[in-house]
Each structure stands twice: as C-alpha cells, then as structure tokens.
C-alpha cells in the first residue's frame, strides 16, 4: 500500500512555473527528502501534499492521516506547553500522547512552560512533539531542522527513523543535512 503518492505534479505561484513532472510514492516505512535553492518551490510542495494547494497539473493520493509541520509552531503562546500540545493531540483522540512525544524531545520538562517562553530551538522541538503526539501516519516536515542544534537534529533523525520503523512516512523539505537512511531525494 502507498501511503503517499505524488504524481506529474507541477506548481505555478504568482504566476510562475516553480516545478513539474514531480513524482513521489511512499509506502509504509519509506522517506523523501526534498532539496534545492531557496525559492524553488520546497514549501510549496508540502503544502501541495499536505491538500492546502492544489498542483497546477499532476495528482496525490493519501492513505492515512497527515501532521504537518511548518516554520510556525503552530502552539498557542499563551498556553502550557503540554496543554497546547494537547489541544491538538486531543483532536485526534490522542491526549494520552503528549507526554511520550514531550520526552522524545527532551522537553518532558517543560510541560508547564508557556509556549511563547521556548526558546527557538525548543519551540522546533516543541512543533516536532505536536507531530509525534498526532500519531499520523504520514509527516510532513517542512525545514524541520531549522534552529535546531547538532544534538537537536541527531534527535529529530532518530525521531524520524522510529516513526519509519512504526510504518510511518516522511516528506521532508530541507536546507540543512538530515540523515535520513534510504530516503529518496527529490531535487526540485
Ligand atoms: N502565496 C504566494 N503567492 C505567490 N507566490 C508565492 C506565495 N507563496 C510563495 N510564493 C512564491 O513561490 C516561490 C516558492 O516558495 P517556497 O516557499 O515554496 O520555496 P522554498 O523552496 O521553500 O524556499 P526557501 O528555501 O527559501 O524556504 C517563491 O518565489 C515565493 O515567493
């Protein structure tokens, strides 16, 4: 079974052709990593597989659910750190994961920090703990290593190998080097 499938997708934004004829099928455990200068389109591709914009030709397919992460944490500032985790979490029925997913990235203790107090690294962090607390299937991950220390990005990899060893997937857009093992690249 794929659990994600981009077929000739292509994207045309403000008018301009950013990319075409992209091509991506992932099945239970597999990645992707998506690459290429700044402005050529990355973003515009996680948001094309995440449903927020529709390709200008091509299809995609998904089978199971999506958590998306972008360069907004996309956490109420004004709330505990566990508490605005798990007001997503609890959208997918998963308030119990919260905790699980704090400690994965390392912030198990700082549950009870406000949101708007994290510093950079830790509000990635925390954004990538409001992916593991939905339980989704299928990661999108847009420049998830931004800001993110050497022993920050180390985590997010084994992160990322764990999900895939669960039978998640992975699309990640990045600038920076994640070890992904067995990714495919796609070089837009
Ligand atoms: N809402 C929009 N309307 C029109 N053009 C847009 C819009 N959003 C982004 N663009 C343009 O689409 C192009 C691709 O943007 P995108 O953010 O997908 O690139 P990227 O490869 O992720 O870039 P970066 O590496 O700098 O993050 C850019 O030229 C950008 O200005």
């Known amino acids: ?43 515009s591709l996680i948001r094309i597989a995440a449903g927020l914009l529709a390709p200008s030709e091509g299809r995609v397919a998904r089978e199971g659910r999506i958590a998306l992460m972008t360069e907004h944490a996309a956490l109420d500032g004004e709330r505990p750190l566990a508490a605005a985790i798990g007001w997503w979490a609890g959208l997918d029925g998963r308030g119990d994961a919260v905790a699980g997913a704090l400690d994965a990235v390392g912030l198990g203790s700082a549950g009870d920090v406000p949101v708007r107090w994290l510093s950079t690294g830790q509000r990635k962090r925390a954004a990538l703990a409001r992916v593991i607390a939905s339980c989704a299937d299928i990661w999108l991950l847009d420049e998830p290593a931004n800001g993110l220390d050497t022993a920050s990005v180390a985590v997010l990899e084994g992160i990322v190998a764990r999900h895939r060893t669960g039978g998640g997937v992975a699309l990640v857009a990045t600038h920076l080097p994640i070890d992904l093992p067995g990714a495919v690249e796609v070089a837009l």
């Open 1 to 43: 079974m794929t659990a994600l499938r981009l077929e000739g997708v292509a994207c045309v934004r403000g008018g301009r052709d950013l990319f075409a004829g992209v091509d991506v099928a992932l099945s239970a455990g597999e990645a992707a990593v998506v690459t290429g200068p700044n402005g050529v389109g990355k973003s």
